[in-house]
């Protein structure tokens, strides 16, 4: 027994658009029997970079988020249409079979990931089959993963304990993107846009120097995190919860200590935080 996934990490991705641009390149006008129609020049994606901007001047930043089919454990799609028009296989990817799909538009509409797109002049629904082709004549890897150039995209066997993509799962804090629609999605992420609290500290005597290595302690929600600024005097906490009432505190010896309170209602960028000498 096999379970082919992806394990995406967004802190490794830089959004060069290469797994877009190679699948792009894999399936338009190109017909693969059984697994996929040809996909159309324009208006489809089957893996999709979602741009999340976050937080503000001077600290704007700018998260990556691939996104495929799901390969969904419990998938929606599947339910949608008569049994065997969107399949799993014994490897768990998920087929939308291109000939029993013909004119079957409600599939598009059963995936709460908006990974399906309507193919209007073949009139056939159609998202990623995670290469099924590729994988079927002998162990390629999907197009996107041998595109990307930073390792963002592990593919591999969840079933076999030996695998890179089962062994990064194990270690790592794995989640789902919206867990909340349910579908048990068999491709997990790390490092999904959270929350951050980022500021820069001064100290007020001395406004020609960065208060370099002050440390900044975080304390809120059942944890307490803490850290020294950098050469700018700059500092910042990321992957923190929403909505939590955190606690900052700013200590350098022979200063004053700052403290401050913060909630996460969204990215925090506080500012200059500025130390008067004692
Ligand atoms: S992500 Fe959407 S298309 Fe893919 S398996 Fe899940 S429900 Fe189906
Ligand atoms: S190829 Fe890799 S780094 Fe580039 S956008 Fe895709 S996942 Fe991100």
């Known amino acids: 027994m096999s379970t082919f996934s992806i394990l995406i990490d967004v802190k490794k991705c830089t959004g060069c658009y290469n797994c877009f641009l190679s699948c792009r390149d894999e399936y338009c006008g190109n017909d693969y029997p059984g ?6 020049i324009e208006g ?19 998260d990556y988020v691939p996104r495929p089919c799901m390969h969904c454990a ?23 079979d291109p000939q029993k799909a013909k004119g079957k538009k409600e599939i598009v509409d059963a995936c709460p990931y908006r ?3 309507w193919n209007e ?11 099924a082709h590729r994988l079927d004549e002998g162990g390629q890897l999907p197009r996107c993963v041998e595109a990307c150039p930073t390792g963002a995209l592990v593919f591999g066997d969840l079933d076999d304990p030996t695998s890179e993509i089962a062994t990064l799962s194990k270690k790592l804090a794995t989640e789902q993107l919206h867990p909340e629609y349910a579908t048990k999605p068999r491709v997990s992420y790390v490092g999904l846009p959270k929350r951050f609290i980022a500021g820069e500290v001064v100290f007020a005597d001395r406004s020609d120097e960065c208060a370099q290595g ?23 906490f990321d992957g923190l919860a929403k909505n939590v009432d955190y606690r900052l505190q700013v200590t ?13 209602l969204r990215d925090v960028v506080l500012g200059e935080i500025v130390l008067a000498p004692k």
Not at 85 to 94: A, F, L, N, S
């Open 35 to 40: 697994y996929s129609a040809a996909q159309p």
């Open 44 to 62: 489809q994606s089957w893996m999709t970079i979602q741009e999340v901007e976050r937080g503000e001047y001077p600290k704007p930043k700018i």
């Open 74 to 96: 419990d998938a929606p799609c599947m339910g949608a249409v008569e049994p065997g028009v969107v399949y799993r296989r014994k490897d768990g990817v998920v087929i939308i």
């Open 115 to 117: 990974v399906i797109f």
């Open 121 to 131: 002049a073949l009139q056939v629904p159609q998202k990623c089959t995670l290469c």
């Open 214 to 236: 002050v440390e900044v302690t975080l304390e809120g929600g059942g944890v307490k995190l803490s850290t020294t600024t950098d050469v700018y005097g700059d500092f910042e």
């Open 252 to 264: 350098a010896p022979g200063y004053e200590e700052a403290r401050c309170q913060v909630v996460t």
